[in-house]
């Protein structure tokens, strides 16, 4: 509840008095360690999901958020393998998917970004920005109609979205 009213200093305290009772609670390392990133401690959210996954290695929380940050600081190839396994747990997850695919396209493997951008549409093909990064894989591949389709569709969803509307110039 803290967390999502963005109290996460306090959300962050409570947590940690949790461990304290519990010290093996996957749930409690895990909403610590998210805690902890909202507050701009990656440090600190990286230990608290390295030790979640010490407790429960198959935590598609912990291995998604502790690749995004991973990502997040400039370390993509250690990012990977905790994005894919949070996959291999949960297959459909749009924000691992997206995940995978923006480090796949600054890494210029526009083939896997297109993979994993397209399962993001597949599962949320409500997402402008799911088309629009689509629509941004398909053009940097050469498939200028693709990504023109895309960023239409991202227009589509958000009319005043600047940022989609810009790509259709």
Same mark, same amino acid.
């Not at 996954?53 to 198959?58: N, R």
């Not at 291995?63 to 600081?73: C, E, H, K, Q, V």
């Not at 480090?103 to 629009?132: C, N, Y």
């Given at each position: 509840?803290?967390?999502?009213?963005?109290?996460?200093?306090?959300?962050?305290?409570?947590?940690?008095?949790?461990?304290?009772?519990?010290?093996?609670?996957?749930?409690?390392?895990?909403?610590?360690?998210?805690?902890?990133?909202?507050?701009?401690?990656?440090?600190?959210?990286?230990?608290?999901?390295?030790?979640?996954?010490?407790?429960?290695?198959?935590?598609?929380?912990?291995?998604?958020?502790?690749?995004?940050?991973?990502?997040?600081?400039?370390?993509?190839?250690?990012?990977?393998?905790?994005?894919?396994?949070?996959?291999?747990?949960?297959?459909?997850?749009?924000?691992?998917?997206?995940?995978?695919? %923006?480090?796949?396209?600054?890494?210029?493997?526009?083939?896997?970004?297109?993979?994993?951008?397209?399962?993001?549409?597949?599962?949320?093909?409500?997402?402008?920005?799911?088309?629009?990064?689509?629509?941004?894989?398909?053009?940097?591949?050469?498939?200028?109609?693709?990504?023109?389709?895309?960023?239409?569709?991202?227009?589509?969803?958000?009319?005043?979205?600047?940022?989609?509307?810009?790509? %259709?110039?």
């Amino acid at each position: 509840i803290l967390s999502g009213q963005r109290k996460f200093e306090e959300a962050a305290h409570l947590f940690q008095q949790a461990l304290k009772v519990d010290p093996r609670s996957v749930v409690a390392h895990v909403n610590l360690g998210f805690a902890r990133m909202n507050r701009e401690d990656m440090d600190g959210a990286m230990q608290s999901y390295s030790e979640a996954l010490k407790l429960d290695p198959e935590s598609p929380l912990a291995n998604f958020y502790l690749g995004a940050i991973l990502a997040r600081i400039g370390n993509p190839d250690a990012a990977k393998p905790y994005l894919l396994k949070a996959l291999e747990i949960q297959p459909g997850w749009a924000m691992a998917h997206r995940e995978l695919g %923006l480090i796949l396209a600054r890494q210029k493997d526009l083939d896997g970004a297109l993979v994993h951008f397209s399962e993001v549409v597949r599962v949320s093909p409500e997402s402008a920005e799911a088309h629009f990064h689509l629509g941004l894989a398909l053009a940097q591949k050469g498939d200028r109609e693709g990504g023109i389709r895309e960023f239409s569709e991202a227009v589509r969803l958000e009319p005043t979205s600047m940022k989609y509307v810009n790509y %259709l110039e």
